[in-house]
């Protein structure tokens, strides 16, 4: 019994911070992280501003949140191209591709998520570092199946993952991407992909 009223509570407690993420981000995308106050969340929901604060310090605390969501899809997205039976080249290929492409879709299309991205990075947030973190574990197992493979030169699996995605990062970097999407004299997607690919080879 003690078990299914904490469970419950548990619950309650999921709906509920699921709820103010949920009204935050779209806030967030409508009006802008800096115009965006956690009274505006409040009034959305039709609670008081104390009641969001009972399951969020503040609204950096809400902001990391939200950003982190934003982040689980395009793990989601690198996982399964990397998990596709596929050779570790073409798999590293896509990747890249698909972390550009949402980039350009989801951080960039729209100018109120990009803001919400660009202060999370400006910030440095655990959340950033924890993703990189995780995509370059992905990476890294690719790259580890494509030397066993013979696709790639006997290597550090772990340090040629950083060095792949410190060469790529300007395909994924929002910032990065903003300022470079219509320069003419900057490599292409394919040149740096291509070039990178035969550095681990």
């Known amino acids: 019994m003690i078990e299914t ?3 419950i509570l548990d619950s309650t407690r999921q709906e509920n911070v699921t709820r103010i993420l949920d009204s935050a981000e779209k806030l967030f995308r409508h009006y802008g992280y800096a115009k965006t106050t956690v009274a505006d969340v409040a009034r959305d929901l039709g609670m008081s501003p104390a009641n969001i604060y ?26 399964d191209v990397c998990h596709m039976p596929i050779s570790a080249s073409e798999r590293l290929r896509l990747f890249v591709h698909g972390q550009y492409q949402m980039t350009v879709d989801t951080m960039l299309d729209r100018e109120k998520v990009h803001e919400m991205v ?28 494509g030397i066993a493979a013979g696709e790639f030169a006997e290597q550090d699996a772990d340090a040629a993952s950083r060095c792949f995605g410190a060469a790529t990062v300007t395909l994924c970097h929002p910032q990065i991407v903003a300022q470079c999407l219509a320069k003419t004299n900057r490599a292409t997607i394919d040149e740096l992909v291509e070039f990178s690919l035969k ?3």
């Open 5 to 7: 009223a904490e469970n």
């Open 54 to 79: 009972r399951f969020f310090a503040s609204k950096v605390e809400i902001h990391q949140a939200v950003c982190g969501r934003m982040l689980v899809a395009s793990y989601k997205q690198a996982y």
């Open 118 to 145: 660009v202060v999370a990075i400006e910030r440095d947030w655990h959340v950033i570092d924890k993703h990189i973190d995780s995509i370059q574990a992905l990476t890294a197992d690719v790259i580890r199946e």
């Open 199 to 201: 550095a681990l080879k």
